[in-house]
């Protein structure tokens, strides 16, 4: 096989990459080539904008370190984080839907007891957060394991900061308990960029678009014979819930914060000051549908 | 605008990239959205594919370093790189054929007198090279640029060496004489694999595919008013010449390698020993075609 042209050289790369044994990987390949030759086909790039494509890829990768996730944030911003969610949940009517995963979730988050501050000595103003998660039978899962991240007030989350991953906060892990609820104490996050000051940045100022997401509380929730769910609670009084630079929000998942006066709450926890409260009841779908 | 699900996210993303103020840049967005988008509904990765993409992209990018280009690897396997070399080099029938830059081209290499030894010392058997440089209405371009660069007879590159880039060899520039000629003399590259201890590799190893190159020399060759030509000549007694693993192969820059014996060659130059000789005339297309 030689003497390739434009019309000829697709062909010749399906036929050796249709040699993968593996049947998945084999289907893989030749769509990436298809799509991808069809692509080069579209555009017609010079060598100039293709020696940039490569450069920019370059630059993608090598802005990635053990805390900050360059390419989901490039996979989130063309808003194939999404699609591939979307895919790989098509739940249940009553099941809790999901949003991405985004690029500040921590391998190892601690794991707290129910009721206690997880916010790591955030500045913000207080937040109370009360869960509930059910099968999408509606009954409680008990022992659900319920992992959270979030922003601080400036946005920024604590993998974020200059002295790295040695101080975790706001973030951790409780299990919800005999009637399947969950409770923590921690801070109101904000509205924020995602890290604009690499390649992903330099491509949404070139796109005349603004780096940012509203304010939302990150959830993982996992357990026995469900579906881990990967989902946002987004604050309803955010802005750009209409404009998220990664197409994340959906009305289900929007929350009126309310206000929880000094002493015990509706669902007989207590908490000792005035504080802003986020409450929202999760639906797992069952595994294996 | 919210609320996306698999159907409904692809022109949403679309209508935020199309705020591109450079119409380049819009065309060119909205080309990868959409056959993203479409790459991803044809193959329905799960989260867990979705991540090992990410992890193999950044693996892809960190690779890379001063002497390693592993996206233009990538590129060069998946037929994008000879793709976009067609698509950029519809050129005139007798024209030189063009074929990639590949990941082993240096900026600044050295320049050498007509005739010179460029090997720097790369054990392998002497090779004379003779060359003609001609636009396409057959005059001799005088002063023309030659650059060139090949691997040993270990079918390593100079910058593959450990000692870096320290110590070029195999490699540099000569300007055409008075007749638009060009010599030097080097040694006899040999076929080779692409570096294949990276992604790039495990990719291939995937697709069961082998690494390796037919043996060649590279040549970049520019003049005034020229379009530059980037191209090989291949060994005609190479193996792999029908299964080029970046697929660049053109039966019009495959030579049979010549024996020339010591004294002066039919083009008036001169050698100390027997040796194999290249011979090539090349052809350059007008710019601004």
Redo the contacts between chains.
């Keep these: 096989?030689?003497?390739?042209?434009?019309t000829t050289?697709?062909e010749?790369?399906l036929e050796?990459?249709r040699?993968?044994?593996?049947l998945?990987?084999?289907?893989?390949?030749e769509?990436?080539?298809r799509?991808?030759?069809?692509?080069?086909?579209?555009?017609?790039?010079?060598?100039k904008?293709?020696a940039e494509a490569?450069a920019f890829?370059?630059?993608?990768?090598?802005k990635?370190t053990d805390t900050r996730?360059e390419?989901?944030l490039l996979?989130d911003t063309?808003?194939?984080?999404?699609?591939?969610?979307?895919?790989?949940h098509r739940l249940p009517g009553n099941a809790t839907q999901t949003t991405v995963l985004g690029p500040f979730h921590v391998a190892d988050a601690p794991e707290f007891a129910l009721g206690e501050d997880i916010s790591g000595g955030m500045a913000s103003e207080p937040l109370l957060v009360e869960g509930r998660v059910s099968g999408i039978d509606a009954k409680p899962i008990i022992g659900a394991v319920v992992e959270f991240w979030h922003a601080d007030a400036e946005g920024f989350y604590d993998v974020q900061s200059e002295t790295g991953l040695a101080s975790l906060a706001g973030r951790g892990i409780v299990r919800t308990d005999a009637k399947g609820e969950f409770w923590f104490r921690t801070v109101v996050p904000a509205a924020y960029p995602i890290p604009d000051d690499g390649p992903v940045g330099d491509m949404l100022k070139?796109?005349?678009?603004h780096p940012y997401r509203p304010a939302h509380v990150h959830f993982m929730i996992s357990a026995p014979n469900c579906e881990t769910l990967v989902t946002h609670l987004f604050l309803a009084d955010s802005e750009y819930?209409?404009?998220?630079v990664v197409?994340g929000?959906?009305?289900a998942l929007i929350c009126e914060l309310e206000t929880q006066s000094v002493g015990p709450t509706a669902r007989g926890n207590r908490v000792a000051k005035d504080m802003a409260a986020l409450r929202y009841d999760f639906v797992l779908a069952d595994a294996g549908r």
């Design positions: 096989m030689r003497n390739f042209d434009e050289i697709t010749a790369v050796r990459v040699n993968a044994p593996n998945r990987q084999r289907i893989i390949s769509a990436i080539v799509h991808l030759h069809d692509f080069v086909r579209e555009v017609e790039p010079s060598q904008e293709w490569i890829l370059t630059r993608v990768g090598q990635c996730q390419f989901i996979s063309l808003g194939v984080s999404m699609l591939v969610d979307a895919i790989n070139a796109q005349a678009r819930l209409d404009s998220d197409f929000v959906k009305d």
